[in-house]
């Protein structure tokens, strides 16, 4: 276990590429933590500085309380699982797991089986070697050779092969993406299951927001070589920090409509009836190309400031709806008027419809642009025209660009 | 078709070996003849002489069997050991070329590829001179010593092969503790087996049959090579009398090259991560 400190942590590549930006990071003791972004947001270029296989060009980087800038690999106590496993085709399943051990003998070379040093070490590291086997279900592997194993196989024995060492740190580079789904699904919860039980340091580099919600303790997202937000997934799902991290995690990705607020006396009114904190700040309108959008009142800290300015609101998929046969009926005899107030209503065409057994994504194209929604299996046909309704009370406001950053909830 | 192209092919190219076996178990009378051209060339001996072999062995050199075993031993020394040098000389500057990043990389690598530009009897004055001011003529050493210093083709051999090598492996092992010596060791040279088995074949089939170099630095017949021992022995029984114990000379001479061919023969075709490394 260890904690890892990265303190205004840059690189440049020699052409002038910049891949991380004064990075500053805490990874405490026993942590599992995911660096998640795009690929060339820096994550990995960040798990090598890490790891020391790239130098930083600027800032501190200190395991454990100890700068190790300077510090050689090996010299770190970090161990990494690779993309590409990197398992050594040469070597038995077991020469690969013990590789690792067979450079930090005491006793080694030709003669050591000739001596007792060299045997009692050679047998404690066969043991360790069995032990670790045993513990990722891969003892009848041991004298395989890694083109004779499937790719789940292989990943065990990196994943091993980093555990033998028993480091300080474990790095991971994007280890599950060239297994199929259904494999990294398993991994991922092994992995979930491993760190638990080994209760290392963990840092996870990985492009798929979807692992890294169900893995993470603590999620880093990552754009253009900038930290953009760190948190608990929950944290990062729910309150994202701008419009870059709101895109990034979640699936389908969250609708984005531009529009601009305005406050509505009428929907104030009944939000102050709804209660005390509604009562606090005014609500007010979203007016967009394809309508009006009631916002709640007691969502954002304080929507007068932003009134009249040009921003982006953020809809998750999963917070709209189809609205039934009845609820359309009633819609439309009495105008533009949502059933609650914290709902609101957007029309279009079904552009499409993809159906998942538990639950469907319903792409909708309005006059605002194009909407995702997920929701419980209908049965709709693409074409149609169709009403939707938006739960606005977990909706989020931005401002403008591809790093808008988020307004405040309150 | 091409079947028969190649049947063609391998007949006309055998065919001398061919006629050296049925000559090494001629008598000596019907060899004669027939490299006289008072018989024409038979393609099958009349009666194999089997007892032409140990007694053309026994002929070699003045002392009877000492000269063949005394060739024998000197051409297997000289060999492993120039086999052992230049595979480990040349894959270990490859390993530098392909893998290290250092000032200069890419001109030094020219420049060692320039010296593959240079004939061979250009610097044999030189090379003679610098021998014999180091005190080795007449010893197995000049024979030796330069293939501890690498060989441009077989450094530009490695270096392609050693290029292709995933990055990963190399971070791997580097994470795992070892440093450029160990990696050229565990990592490099082991996944290089293709172009190891290529370097030692062609190696050793070359410095076995390498003529010229023992020619020139040994003197004595004690440290004579097989191939220079048995020009010795064509000299004396190169009359057309005993053409038929030089062949039986000459194809004890190739075996060793044989056999090495065909073993190492698998080696070559042999990929390169065999599955170690997806995608």
């Known amino acids: ?410 | 078709m091409a079947f028969l192209l190649l049947a063609l092919g391998a007949t006309i190219s055998l065919f001398p070996l061919w006629w050296m076996t049925v000559t090494s178990l001629q008598s000596a009378s019907e060899a004669g003849a027939a490299v006289t051209g008072a018989k024409g060339l038979s393609l099958w001996p009349h009666e194999a002489q089997v007892d032409n072999y140990p007694e053309a062995l026994a002929q070699m050199g003045s002392l009877r069997w000492q000269g063949f075993l005394d060739a024998l031993a000197n051409s297997t020394v000289v060999a492993s050991l120039v086999v052992t040098g230049t595979v480990l000389s040349s894959s270990l500057v490859a390993f530098a070329f392909a893998r290290l990043r250092f000032r200069a990389r890419g001109l030094l690598f020219t420049l060692m590829l320039a010296t593959m530009m240079l004939p061979g009897q250009v610097v044999l004055i030189p090379l003679f001179l610098l021998f014999r001011y180091l005190g080795w003529v007449d010893t197995l050493l000049p024979l030796i010593v330069p293939a501890f210093f690498g060989s441009a083709f077989f450094i530009f051999m490695y270096r392609q092969f050693m290029a292709q090598i995933p990055e990963a492996l190399f971070e791997a092992a580097r994470m795992d503790g070892y440093g450029p010596i160990g990696l050229w060791w565990h990592v490099a040279l082991p996944l290089s087996r293709p172009v190891t088995a290529t370097t030692a074949v062609f190696t050793f089939i070359w410095c076995w049959n390498d003529f010229l170099g023992p020619l020139i630095y040994l003197q004595s017949e004690s440290q004579m090579t097989l191939a220079v021992a048995l020009n010795g022995f064509r000299s004396q029984y190169g009359g057309l009398d005993d053409v038929h114990l030089l062949m039986a000379a000459s194809i004890v001479t190739m075996i060793p090259c044989l056999l090495i061919f065909f073993a190492a023969q698998r080696h070559f075709v042999e990929g390169l991560s065999r599955g170690g490394v997806k995608g």
């Open chain 1, 1 to 410: 276990m260890a904690e890892v400190l990265l303190a205004a942590v840059s690189k440049v590549y020699p052409g002038g590429a910049r891949a991380v930006e004064t990075l500053d990071l805490a990874i405490g003791h026993g942590e599992f933590v995911v660096l998640v972004g795009p690929s060339g947001c820096g994550k990995s270029t960040t798990l090598r500085m890490i790891a020391g296989l790239e130098d930083a060009t600027s800032g501190e980087l200190s395991i454990d309380g100890r700068v190790v800038n300077e510090v050689a690999p090996k010299d770190r106590d970090v161990a990494m699982v690779f993309q590409n496993y990197a398992l050594y085709p040469h070597l038995s399943v077991r020469g690969n797991l013990s590789f690792p051990l067979e450079q930090r003998r005491h006793h080694g070379g030709i003669l050591s089986r000739f001596t007792a040093a060299g045997r009692s070490e050679r047998a404690s590291i066969d043991a360790r070697v069995d032990a670790v086997a045993q513990t990722l279900g891969i003892t009848p592997l041991l004298n395989r050779k890694p083109a004779q194993l499937s790719g789940g196989q292989r990943q065990r024995v990196a994943v091993g092969r980093a555990m033998v060492r028993d480091p300080k740190v474990f790095l991971f580079d994007e280890p599950l993406s060239n297994l199929d789904a259904k494999l990294r699904g398993e991994m991922r919860t092994e992995l979930r299951i491993l760190h638990k039980r080994l209760g290392a340091t963990m840092i996870y580099v990985t492009h798929d927001q979807e692992e890294a919600m169900s893995l993470a303790d603590r999620i880093v997202v990552m754009h253009s070589g900038r930290l953009q937000q760190a948190g608990s997934p929950i944290d990062v799902y729910q309150r994202p920090v701008n419009r870059f991290v709101a895109s990034f995690i979640g699936t389908p990705t969250m609708n984005f409509i531009p529009g601009r607020v305005a406050i509505d006396t009428g929907t104030h009114s009944r939000s102050a009836e709804r209660g005390a904190a509604g009562a606090a700040t005014s609500a007010g309108v979203f007016r967009h190309a394809g309508g009006t959008l009631a916002l709640p009142g007691n969502r954002w800290r304080d929507i007068t400031a932003i009134s009249g300015r040009d921003l982006v609101l953020g809809i998750r998929p999963d917070q709209l709806r189809i609205a039934g046969d009845a609820e359309a009926m009633k819609i439309a005899q009495k105008g533009d008027h949502p059933p609650d107030p914290n709902s609101s209503i957007i029309c279009g065409v079904i552009a499409a419809a993809e159906h998942y057994g538990d639950r469907m994504d319903i792409v909708l194209d309005s006059p605002s642009g194009r909407f995702t929604a997920r929701c419980p299996p209908v049965r709709v046909r693409e074409g149609d025209p169709c009403t939707m309704i938006a739960d606005l009370s977990a909706a989020h406001l931005f401002e403008v660009g591809e790093c808008g950053a988020a307004i405040a909830l309150s």
